[in-house]
């Protein structure tokens, strides 16, 4: 099965950053990558699928890139409701693996 | 508006059983593949189980192949897991997922998700 790898685990930032997260598949999974954002107690949200389509209602300040191999989250401008955990998906073929999960501080 | 809501977890010892459920309702049931999808307490995300929209074809994570059964009743929009041999790392809150396009197996991912529903396995 193909894995999922992220880095970094974590990371901590200032509001009006911009923050890049990546994520690296072990084999190539064309443009079927997608990415949730998790906070505290909640279900996991699509933040952007395709690798770089964003989701409905989702702000612009999110963004998708990459693909077969290597994918990059980035936040344009980091603000205080994006504080929580960010995991990239793969679903070219079952398994849908995710990445084990990076978490954002501000 | 789609909505997803599970139910059938609590406490179970280690070797028994339970069943979910998913009741889901907003959309054509029957279109979409769904899945369950798990989390351990402080851990990350874990796919888990999926179902074809007709129902046809089921897959699983390796981890629970030959202990977990997934089905569907389109005439109650309804998702199940039967959980059997459940193990203490089975504890976790499942959550089940729709498949955010009509597509093949595996070919999709989630854009809308239940609450959870927590299982604890423990003796």
């Known amino acids: 099965d193909i894995q999922m790898t992220q880095s970094p685990s974590s990371l901590s930032a200032s509001v009006g950053d911009r923050v890049t997260i990546t994520c690296r598949a072990s084999q190539g999974v064309g443009n079927y990558l997608a990415w949730y954002q998790q906070k505290p107690g ?22 998708g890139s990459g693909s077969g191999t290597d994918f990059t989250l980035t936040i344009s401008s980091l603000q205080p409701e994006d504080v929580a955990t960010y995991y990239c998906q793969k679903y070219n073929s079952a398994p849908q693996t995710f990445g084990q999960g990076t978490k954002v501080e501000v | 508006e789609v909505q997803l809501l599970e139910s059938g977890g609590g406490l179970e010892q280690p070797g028994g059983s339970l069943r979910l459920s998913c009741a889901a309702s907003g ?36 981890s629970v192949k030959g202990r977990f059964t997934v089905s569907r009743d389109s005439s109650k929009n309804t998702l199940y897991l039967q959980m059997n041999s459940l193990r203490a790392e089975d504890s976790a809150v499942y959550y089940c997922a729709k498949a955010s396009r009509i597509a093949p197996a595996g070919k999709y991912c989630f854009d809308d998700w239940g609450q959870g529903t927590l299982v604890t396995v423990s003796s």
Request: hydrophobic share 35%; net charge positive; proline share 5%.
């Open chain 1, 42 to 63: 909640k279900a996991p949200k699509l933040l952007i699928y395709a690798a770089s389509t964003l989701q409905s209602g989702v702000p612009s300040r999110f963004s």
């Open chain 2, 27 to 62: 959309f054509t049931f029957s279109s979409y593949g769904m899945s369950w999808v798990r989390q351990a307490p402080g851990k990350g995300l874990e796919w888990v189980s999926g179902i074809s929209g007709s129902g046809s074809s089921t897959y699983y994570a390796d």
